[in-house]
Structure formats: structure tokens, C-alpha cells
């Protein structure tokens, strides 16, 4: 049994020893498509908005079940934060075992309805080609992609983010590598790039379960799967996966009308929210120290020291932003030549970059909040407002439709952006009102 230290402690050495090693984590899923992106924007412009339309669906079949990665970290670093080791590994091992059916089940669904799937997105007869064979062989790394967020999430709740950052770092190169040799040296095309990132995918699942298996094994943890505890992860998990849903219907109704305004305007969006998840997920950083940090704190009885790191947290997340937004709007011109030869393409990308990096303040106090009271366990109430906000979402997504597509690939992608940022604001609002109360800050080994 080993007990961390007092939460009152927390101070910006602490939050810096749990973010800079998570951001550096974080960063490796974007990178990874960020690599494909580069490596298959040099075979023109309908294999890049394949990507497009394929990585929206899997990051999709992905991101639904975040609540491995974002609950198990909440509930393990309440029982870390209670003093109890063994019982933190215990209940995060319940995850595991829930990623790894989860897991199958979307790779079969993924693989098997690849075509409608990609199709939904309305891309063109090329592109959807593209779409269909990415998919179908990036199914195969989904349950890799799950056990990996409930692995991560354990370490997380442990207070550990340094191991996930080893193995997202040793993933990545490999993924970089293979994705380049295969594409570009042996000649496999998209499919090329799709089997570099399954392959690298499963070495980082397989790395994550060895380290959970001997911290468990050393706790005196039980890792055999348990009926109670694999149904009682999936229950806390329901709150977090309407809330992960409702954000997912958002990001999907706006990239379905960037493929409405074309292949152009659908490419371009994949590169600029490629940068954009790149720079969100380096503001998600404080969002997994104020996770972990939260839940332990919480966890210990200590609600004023959950307020004063999350007041910390929130100036930094801002601050981050400013400095995110500064350093994209002097590269905004150049990060386009990374990714495409054709002129169109990097105009829009541009543009688009500008409306990105103005609202990147928002987004770190977003994500930082949004991270304390994942932390806290308020699942319900982030799974409600994030309907909310999806249904006030709708009308705007449409009248971007209506107007966007008029005027050229540039203000298409403009557009969308722009929608996208009304979004944000809307989810700003409402958590800045949620974070002024006392409902979030409920103490105790479980909430």
C-alpha cells in the first residue's frame, strides 16, 4: 500500500512532472496521422481526403470509448489518492479487460462496414476508394488503440505519465518509419501507411499491459477479469461516452460539410485539424495533470488543494493558448508546404490556420476544466451539457453549410472554423459556470 503526497502539496512542480511527460504522450496519435498525412499528401490531393474521410471515422470508433483512458484515471487516482495501491490496480484492470472486447467488437464493425462507413462522409468515388482500404486495414489496430487507453490510464491514475510517454515515443518512430517505407519505398500506397500504424499500435499495447501486468503483480493486485468490476468500469463509463458522442456528432457534422464543399475544402480541413488536434492535445497536457491530480486529491479529502491546482492549472491552460495561437500565426503560411504541392490546398490550409490559432486560448481553458472534473468524476453533468451544446451546435453547423460553399475553397474552410470556434465558446460557458460551484468537488475513495 503506498500513499502519494498530500495534495495540498500540489504546486507547479507537480503539475509540470505529471503534463510535460503526458503532452509529449498525447501528441503521438495526431503525429501519427500527421505523418500519414504527409507522407500520402505526396500522392495527391484524393488520397489525402481519403485520409481524410477514413481517419474521421476511426478517430471516431476510437475517441467514443476515451472514458477507458479518462475514467479508469479518475477512479484510480481516487483509490491512489486513498492510500490503496493494489485496489487502484484492481479497479483500472476492469478497464483493460473492457477495452479488450470493446476493442474487437468495433474492429469487426470498422472492417466490415468500411465503405458505408467512409461513404457517410458523401467524399467522392476516388476518395471513398482511398477511405474504404485505409479503413479496412486500420481496423485492425482499434483494439490495440483501446487497451492502449485503458493501460494509459491506470499509469495516469498512478501518478505515472513518463511510461506512456516512452512507449508513445518508441511508437511513433516506428510508426514514421514504416509508414514512409511502405508508402514511399515499396510503393503500397494508402494502404502502406495504414499497416505502418497498426504495427506500431500494437507494440505500444503490448508494451503498457507488461508494465500493468508486473505493478500488479508487485501490488498484490488480482488481474484476472472480474464480472463485477469489467460492469462496473462500463457503467462509469456511460456518462463519459454520451458526453464523448455528443463531441464526436460535433467534429462529424463539420467535417460531413467540409466534404460537402468538395475535395479541396475536405482536405484542407484534414490538415488544419490535424495541426489543430496537435495543439489541443499540448493543452490537454494540463488536462491529464488535472485529471490525475483531481482524483487524488478528491480522493485524500482535500477539496480547497483540488481548487487552488485548478485555478493554477486554468492560467496556464490560457497562457498556453496565447502562446500556441502566436507561434501558429507566424507559421500559418508555411505548415501548408509540409503536407501538399497543390496550390489550392495550402491556400485554404492556410486561412483556416488563422481562425485556429486566434481561438487556441479558449481551448486551453476549456480542456484544463474539462480535465478537473472528468477528474472529480462529474461524468453526468459534462454528459448533459454536451448534449446541450450539441443541439445549440446543430442550426450553426447548418447556416455554415448554407453559406460557406459560395465563395471559394478559402472561405469554405474559413467557415468551418468559424462554426467550429461558436462551439467552443458555448462549451467555455457552460463549464465556467459549472466550476464556480461546490457540486463537482465530491471527496472519498469513490465518488
Known sequence: MTSPAPAAQVGPRQILSLAVPAFLALVAEPLFLMVDAAVIGRLGVVPLAGLGAASSVLLTAAGVFVFLAYGTTSVVARQFGAGSRRGAIEVGVGGIWLAAGL?????????????????????????????VVYLRISALGLPAMLLVLAATGILRGLQDTRTPLIVSAIGFGANAVLSIALVLGVGMGIGGAAWGTVIAQWGMAFALLAVILRQGRGAGASLRPHVGRVVAAALDGVPLLVRTLALRAIILLTVATAAAFGDVPLAAYQVTTTIWSLLVFALDALAIAGQALTGAQLGSGDAAGARAATALMVRWGIWGGVVLGLGLLALHRVLPALFTDDPAVRSAIAAGLVVVALCQPLSGYVFVVDGVLIGAGDGRWLAGSMTLVLLAYVPVVLLARAVGGDHGPEAAVVTLWLAFTTFMVLRGACMAWRIRGDAWAVTGATR
Open 103 to 131: 476493442g474487437a467488437l468495433a474492429a469487426i464493425v470498422v472492417g466490415l462496414g468500411a465503405r458505408p462507413l467512409a461513404q457517410a462522409f458523401g467524399s467522392s468515388p476516388a476518395a471513398l476508394d482511398e477511405a
